[in-house]
């Protein structure tokens, strides 16, 4: 049998880029934790598809994490990765429209995150 994220891998494969980078935010996330291991998270938010994939329902999610139902799972870092993954899974960047020109300002802003003098 499958594992949870192989499962998500399978059922993000064929979506838009985005979603497979929220998918490898939720598995990879949080120093060596992921929120794949939140029950409260995999009950209500993953969806079996009946296939051998799975999907998250990324506005259940969205409403559980604004009504504050996850605040007691991982610190701030942690909490924030999953805002972030569930941005990206619904698509709150619009990346799904952009061209590959618009992209490099999200890399750049990636950069400038990330640098450390």
Not at 2 to 23: D, K, M, N, P, V
Not at 54 to 66: E, Q, S, V, Y
Request: hydrophobic share 40%.
């Amino acid at each position: 049998m499958s594992t949870l994220a192989e499962r998500l891998r399978a059922g993000a494969a064929h979506q838009f880029q985005h979603e497979q980078a929220a998918i490898e935010l939720l598995i990879d996330c949080h120093d060596g934790a992921t929120w794949l291991d939140v029950t409260d998270f995999t009950n209500s938010c993953v969806v079996d598809e009946g296939d051998g994939t799975a999907t998250i329902n990324w506005d259940r999610a969205r409403g559980m994490f604004d009504s504050g139902d996850f605040k007691g799972y991982f610190d701030e870092n942690g909490r924030a990765a999953l805002d972030f993954a569930i941005s990206l899974g619904e698509d709150r960047f619009r990346f799904r429209w952009r061209g590959k020109g618009e992209n490099h300002l999200f890399a750049a802003a990636d950069r400038a995150i990330n640098w450390r003098p």
